[in-house]
C-alpha cells in the first residue's frame, strides 16, 4: 500500500506543477521530492507526470489518480480534525478565496471581530473574480455569488443577491425623464462588467430577458458602479455593491418594478465532507449571522439558514457557474 506521505507528496506537486514549491511546502528538497515522485511512478507502473525543462503537467491517468487522491487525503484530514480537534476550539490556517469587490466591502470590515472571537484561526485571502478549482488549489471555503449549478461541492446559502436597475440623478436629468416601460431601456446606455449582453429580469409579467447595448465594456464591476455614479447611464447592480450609493442618493433605483432573477444568491462552497473542520464552520456561521443584519441582505428576501445541499459543477477550474436552486457552485459576482 502506497504510505499517505507519498500521496501528500504526489499532491502538491501536481497542484503546484513544481517540485522546488512542493518541497518548500513540505521542508523537503526537491531531489527528494523528484525521488519519491519517480518512486511512486514505478511502483504504481504509470507516468503522472509529463516533465519539460520548465513544468510539470499532469497526464490523464495522473489527473485520474490526483482526484482520488485528493478525496483520500481529505478523508485523513477529517479523520484527524475528528479525533483532535473536532471538539476544541477553532484553529489552524483557514484558506478562502471570494469576489475582490465585494469581499472589500463586506468581508474586510468584519474580520477583526472574527479573529478576535477565534485568535488561533488564521485567514489565508486569496480575492479574484475569476473562479478557483478550490480542490486543486487546496481552499477550505469558497464565497460564490450567482445562480447555482451541479458540481461535486457543497454550498450554503448566506444571503440573497437583489439586483436592481439604477442610474445616477444628473443622468436621468439629462435624459429629461426616468424609464417607465421596460422598452424605455432601448434608448438608454446599459453598462455592464464583462461580456454581458442581456439581462434577465422578473416584473409584473414575470421573467423576461432583454438585450443590452452601451458605449463603455469593461471586466470591472467597480468601473461601473463609479461609471454609474458619474452619469454615463443605467446598470443592473446587486445592493450589496450600490447599498450606500443607493442611501448617499448617488444612485437611484429606476423601473422598481423589476428586479434581477431571484436565483441569483451569495454562497458559501467547499468541498463534500462529512465533518467539516471547525475553523470553515465558524466562519461560515459569522458571515451568515453577520449578513443577517444587513439591509442590502434583508430587501424582498428573507435570509434563511439554508440546510447545506450537495452541489454539482463541472471541475474544471474556470467553471463554478450556475442554474436556479439546484445543486452547485456560482457565477461571478461582478457582473
Known amino acids: 500500500m502506497t504510505a499517505i506521505s507519498d500521496l501528500d507528496i504526489f499532491s502538491r506537486v501536481a497542484r503546484t506543477g513544481n517540485m522546488s514549491a512542493a518541497g518548500r511546502e513540505m521542508g523537503l528538497s526537491p531531489a527528494v521530492i523528484s525521488k519519491r515522485v519517480s518512486l511512486l511512478e514505478e511502483k504504481l507502473g504509470a507516468r503522472l507526470f509529463h516533465r ?21 487525503l481529505s478523508l485523513c484530514e477529517e479523520a484527524e480534525d475528528f479525533v483532535s480537534r473536532r471538539n476544541t476550539k477553532p484553529r489552524g490556517l483557514l484558506k478562502v478565496t471570494a469576489p475582490t469587490s465585494f469581499s472589500r466591502l463586506h468581508i474586510a470590515p468584519k474580520l477583526d471581530e472574527f479573529l478576535h472571537r477565534y485568535p ?9 473574480d475569476h473562479f478557483e478549482d478550490i480542490i486543486r488549489e487546496g481552499f477550505d471555503l469558497a464565497i460564490r455569488i450567482g445562480e447555482l449549478e451541479d458540481s461535486p461541492l457543497v454550498a450554503r446559502k448566506l444571503a440573497p443577491d437583489t439586483r436592481v436597475l439604477c442610474a445616477s440623478p444628473k443622468y436621468l436629468a439629462k435624459l ?17 462588467a464583462g461580456a454581458q449582453e442581456h439581462w434577465r ?24 458602479r463609479e461609471a454609474l455614479i458619474a452619469g454615463l447611464g443605467i446598470g443592473l447592480r446587486p445592493t450589496w455593491d450600490i447599498a450606500a ?7 437611484k433605483v429606476v423601473l422598481p418594478q423589476y428586479r434581477g432573477s431571484s436565483n441569483m444568491a451569495i454562497y458559501a462552497v467547499y468541498p463534500c465532507r462529512d465533518y467539516l473542520p471547525e475553523k470553515v464552520n465558524v466562519f461560515i456561521d459569522f458571515l451568515a449571522g453577520f449578513f443577517a443584519t444587513e439591509q442590502w441582505a434583508k430587501d424582498n428576501a428573507a435570509v434563511k439558514s439554508d440546510i447545506p445541499k450537495i452541489v454539482r459543477a463541472p471541475r474544471a477550474a474556470a467553471v463554478e457557474a450556475a442554474k436556479p436552486s439546484r445543486r452547485g457552485s456560482t457565477v461571478d459576482a461582478t457582473t
Open 201 to 224: 429580469l422578473e416584473g409584473p409579467n414575470g421573467a423576461e430577458q432583454i438585450k443590452v447595448e452601451g458605449n463603455v465594456r469593461t471586466n470591472s464591476a467597480e468601473f461601473v
Open 176 to 192: 429629461g425623464k426616468e424609464p417607465k416601460v421596460l422598452a424605455d431601456l432601448d434608448l438608454l446606455n446599459c453598462l455592464s
Open 52 to 72: 519539460t525543462t520548465r513544468q510539470l503537467t499532469l497526464t490523464e491517468t495522473g489527473e485520474g489518480y490526483f482526484r482520488r487522491v485528493v478525496d483520500i
Open 120 to 128: 488561533e484561526v488564521k485567514l489565508d485571502l486569496h480575492l479574484t
Open 245 to 251: 450609493e443607493l442611501e448617499s442618493g448617488e444612485l
